[in-house]
């Protein structure tokens, strides 16, 4: 594989799917962006990422829905989704973590510490190669 890994991001508000693919692909990842859960669904079928970004809040189906999905599937159980969201209260990170997220990551993202945020739960995770790759 090269470069640090692939990346699906699931966010269907387009300024922060260029901000995020921006940031990340500065910092050497490969990144594919689905705006819905569906989306989604179909890029993990095709191309199983290191990680998942997942907001909260999308259209039709809600990201924390659609992680219980990912964790309850074993052909996508292993993948770390970590939640971005502009959701900032008191028991939305629990929420999340409860959903099977790996970790939150709350927006708007800090450009400076992104990648760092973003590797940490890549470099944490001990499945990490035992998915099948591109």
Same mark, same amino acid.
């Not at 699906?8 to 995020?20: R, S």
């Not at 500065?26 to 689905?34: D, I, P, W």
């Given at each position: 594989?090269?470069?640090?890994?692939?990346?699906?991001?699931?966010?269907?508000?387009?300024?922060?799917?260029?901000?995020?693919?921006? $940031?990340?692909?500065?910092?050497?990842?490969?990144?594919?962006?689905?705006?819905?859960?569906?989306?989604?669904l179909e890029q993990l079928r095709d191309s199983p990422p290191?990680?998942?970004?997942?907001?909260?809040?999308?259209?039709?189906?809600?990201?924390?829905?659609?992680?219980?999905?990912?964790?309850?599937?074993?052909?996508?159980?292993?993948?770390?989704? $970590?939640?971005?969201?502009?959701?900032?209260?008191?028991?939305?990170?629990?929420?999340?973590?409860?959903?099977?997220?790996?970790?939150?990551?709350?927006?708007?993202?800090?450009?400076?510490?992104?990648?760092?945020?973003?590797?940490?739960?890549?470099?944490?995770?001990?499945?990490?190669?035992?998915?099948?790759?591109?």
């Open positions: 594989m090269t470069g640090k890994g692939l990346i699906l991001v699931v966010e269907d508000n387009e300024a922060n799917q260029m901000l995020v693919r921006a $940031v990340l692909e500065l910092e050497g990842y490969r990144v594919e962006l689905a705006g819905s859960a569906d989306e989604a290191d990680l998942i970004l997942m907001d909260v809040q999308l259209p039709g189906e809600d990201g924390l829905s659609l992680t219980r999905r990912i964790k309850a599937d074993p052909a996508t159980c292993a993948i770390p989704v $970590v939640a971005l969201t502009a959701h900032a209260m008191t028991g939305d990170r629990e929420l999340a973590l409860n959903a099977g997220c790996a970790g939150y990551i709350s927006k708007p993202i800090d450009t400076r510490t992104f990648g760092l945020q973003v590797t940490q739960y890549l470099v944490d995770n001990p499945n990490r190669g035992r998915v099948v790759a591109l």
